[in-house]
T-cell receptor
Framework: SQTIHQWPATLVQPVGSPLSLECTVEGTSNPNLYWYRQAAGRGLQLLFY??????ISSEVPQNLSASRPQDRQFILSSKKLLLSDSGFYLC??????????FGQGTRLTVV | QKEVEQDPGPLSVPEGAIVSLNCTYS??????FMWYRQYSRKGPELLMYTYSSGNKEDGRFTAQVDKSSKYISLFIRDSQPSDSATYLCAMSSILTGGGNKLTFGTGTQLKVEL
């Protein structure tokens, strides 16, 4: 069966520091991968998606970037965090259908 | 106007009640409709997935889609305290680069009380 791992679960970072969040999927190959952000009182918002290694598309221009160095690995990064980057970051995968499955998320607080 | 509207609640019901959760949408390009359950500080868990107008049943859960009215519902029968969570509706559209984008409602917080 397929599983998705995200880490860390919680992160507190100072303004201006770098960020790296990692997501890996097991039990499948060539999945579509997604990064969503959930802010308080708002629905989940799609940030980045990838349909293959090295292929990254951005939905919302922002202070973040994404990379997919391996088939089942998706990384969310920032060179310098802003206060507005705080939120709950969720990685998701799907393959050949629109049923998307989410990881357990990373709660990021920028202080 | 938001593409997807969902009443945030909170909704409080007694154990055993039938719960009705609803979303409306404005984008006719949405093709698939999903309901997710999210416990506090956890990732969303897929509950129901539908495509066509009509009803789909899975155990105590029934998903209903009315594309002509752009309205979807989730019914929970015999609600249990373990059903207490935030319920998110989500609708998919095709991304130009491949893949599918989910557009979410803000979620309805449900509490089932003993």
């Amino acid at each position: 069966s397929q599983t998705i791992h995200q880490w860390p679960a919680t992160l507190v970072q100072p303004v201006g520091s770098p960020l790296s969040l990692e997501c890996t999927v097991e039990g499948t190959s060539n999945p579509n991968l997604y990064w969503y952000r959930q802010a308080a009182g708002r629905g989940l918002q799609l940030l980045f998606y990838s349909v293959g290694i090295g292929q990254i598309s951005s939905e919302v221009p922002q202070n973040l970037s994404a990379s997919r160095p391996q088939d089942r690995q998706f990384i969310l990064s920032s060179k310098k965090l802003l206060l507005s980057d705080s939120g709950f970051y969720l990685c998701a995968w799907e393959q050949g259908s629109t049923e998307a499955f989410f990881g357990q998320g990373t709660r990021l607080t920028v202080v | 106007q938001k593409e997807v509207e969902q009443d945030p609640g909170p909704l409080s019901v007694p154990e055993g009640a039938i719960v009705s959760l609803n979303c409306t949408y404005s984008n006719s390009a949405f093709q698939y409709f999903m309901w997710y359950r999210q416990y506090s500080r956890k990732g969303p868990e897929l509950l129901m997935y539908t495509y066509s107008s009509g009803n789909k049943e899975d155990g105590r859960f029934t998903a209903q889609v009315d594309k002509s009215s752009k309205y979807i519902s989730l019914f929970i029968r015999d609600s249990q305290p373990s059903d207490s969570a935030t319920y998110l509706c989500a609708m998919s559209s095709i991304l130009t680069g491949g893949g599918n984008k989910l557009t979410f409602g803000t979620g309805t917080q449900l509490k089932v009380e003993l």
